[in-house]
């Protein structure tokens, strides 16, 4: 496990933050303290709880809830859920997830995270009905 510190900024319904995250390579999900969650966005339950690992051996944490967040790094916009952790040591954790959805790539030489700036734009596609007519 090697982690990566960053600051960004954070995007919720409720506000915006600047805040270190740490881009853990460890972590399955990425986390947020409560009371920041609180702080940011609406905080939905979740449909079951989540039990997650931690770093040190045999210990456990459990989520119950998460929220949803806009975060801007290098001038990129990007979106995902948080699972609310109540007393996570640190403010905000950047998943395996989340780094797999946008495409970043980790180098723990430089300590950088790489962006591929082709993920960060909208594309839309459209769908063609059988017979091959645009829908309008």
């Given at each position: 496990?090697?982690?990566i510190?960053?600051?960004?900024?954070?995007?919720?319904?409720?506000?915006?933050?600047?805040v270190?995250?740490?881009?853990?390579?460890?972590?399955?999900?990425?986390?947020?303290?409560?009371?920041?969650?609180?702080?940011?966005?609406?905080?939905?339950?979740?449909?079951?709880?989540?039990?997650?690992g931690?770093?040190?051996?045999?210990?456990?944490?459990?989520?119950?809830?998460?929220?949803?967040?806009?975060?801007?790094?290098?001038?990129?916009?990007?979106?995902?859920?948080?699972?609310?952790?109540?007393?996570?040591?640190?403010?905000?954790?950047?998943?395996?997830?989340?780094?797999?959805?946008?495409?970043?790539?980790?180098?723990?030489?430089?300590?950088?995270v790489?962006?591929?700036?082709?993920?960060?734009?909208?594309?839309?596609?459209?769908?063609?009905?059988?017979?091959?007519?645009?829908?309008?």
């Amino acid at each position: 496990m090697t982690i990566i510190a960053r600051n960004m900024r954070l995007v919720g319904s409720r506000g915006e933050e600047e805040v270190e995250g740490l881009f853990d390579s460890g972590a399955t999900y990425s986390c947020i303290e409560k009371s920041l969650a609180e702080k940011l966005g609406a905080i939905d339950v979740l449909p079951e709880p989540m039990r997650l690992g931690t770093a040190k051996e045999g210990e456990s944490v459990e989520a119950r809830e998460r929220v949803s967040l806009n975060f801007h790094l290098d001038g990129y916009r990007f979106s995902d859920e948080f699972m609310v952790i109540p007393g996570l040591s640190e403010r905000l954790i950047i998943g395996a997830t989340t780094m797999q959805k946008w495409r970043f790539k980790l180098d723990f030489e430089r300590e950088e995270v790489i962006i591929d700036p082709r993920v960060t734009k909208l594309r839309l596609l459209w769908t063609f009905p059988a017979g091959g007519a645009l829908l309008s």
